[in-house]
């Protein structure tokens, strides 16, 4: 067995309490061996004075459009996507999917994020980079019909399908896929109605953009007579391994839907906040029994992919949200970054237990705006910033040692990254 030890720091457990472990690693099955005191191992990282956290889950996100951030700011959902977003990506080929996707990815290992969900277009391309960084992902090709003849409508929700169907398991197993039709105002019903048996006869899971604005949630009312998750559930797209984005205009009836079905939502507050969308119910959504993940959005709507400002952003959203300073308390917002995503994502991870996956973030305490050390929760979830992360651990392996990335070289990535998003904003303004 090939071993690796994180040594010294203080262990963050499944139920929220801290003490200081050692933690042995297998790497070859990529799993927490023994937690515990005056352990060795054949490689050491050094812990101390350090946080050991699950490593963050970002349940909902489209990585490559790290290209377009700060290309597009302070306007609403539709017309962020109609005037600037999606003439922008329609110019983006799959090398620039590629190289916004490894960009993004660098970004996230440096923030301590080991596993996300992805919805966007030319995949292939994001599977390769997933499988060079060494994360989790679940990934999905994103459906959108409406503007869009039948013949490219249908070819696009088969593409969906297919690379569900083709891709899952892929990265050594570290990849895992879904069916994702944009949402339910984006998508055509009858698309829905041919293909959703498909994928559940396929046993594939189903993620989509629910009940983010009011402007998505009126139509449907109006043409069905039927709020968006009986829409959903009348066409079999709320199902236990279901997980939706958003869920910020979600009425009572709604959040019992969602507890009785299990499909779990992923809330953004970040995204939420920049494009006005709306306060989601987040304490009451979990009063009524269920799961919330967090997620990014991307980051042209946030406008990073660290899940620990996220974090901090869902607790101050949702104390508003709920008018009361106990909502989403800071135990809850660390549960939603690790476990509350990786469960609605269908991961193994987010907890530091014997057995589990050794998926692990890093944290340096030694900074003035973490000390004193009174409750590391708290700091986890106010105080502590992507860039305090200094190693990150997935399926055993170390991505990054020092806050030195070991699976991407930064500089050049982030020098084509550059060049690479010049060139597209340069194509859609010019
Ligand atoms: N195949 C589709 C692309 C869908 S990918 C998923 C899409 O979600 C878009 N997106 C990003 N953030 C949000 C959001 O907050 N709400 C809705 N859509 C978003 C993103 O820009 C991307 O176009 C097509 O032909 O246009
Ligand atoms: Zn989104």
Redesign the pocket.
Known sequence: MTSLLIAGGQVLRSDMTVSQADILIDQDSGLIKKIGSDLTAENTLQAANSLVTPGFVNGHS?VP?VLLRGCADDKP?DRW?EED??PA?STMTADDVHTGAKLGLLEMIKSGTTGFAD???HVPEIVAAVDQAGVRALLG????TTGKDADKSLA?VEKSLEFAQEYDGAADGRISTAFMP??LVTVGSEYLEEFVPRVREAGIPIHY?AN?TLNEVTPIVNDHGIRPLDYAADHGMLEPQDFVAHGVHVDEHEMTLLAEAGTSVIHCPA?NMK?ASGMAPIQRLMDAGVTVGLGT??AA?NNDLSLLDEGRDAAMLGKIAANDASAVPAETVVQMMTQGSASALGFHSGVIEEGEPADLAVIDLEKPHLTPRNDLVSHLAYSAAGSDVKHTICDGQILMRDREVLTFEEESIVKQAQQTASSLVSRVSG
């Open positions: 489209h459009m959902l996507l977003i999606w990506e919805m966007y277009f090709h994103g459906v959108v696009d944009h949402s953009h983010e995204s494009l959005d991307g709507s």
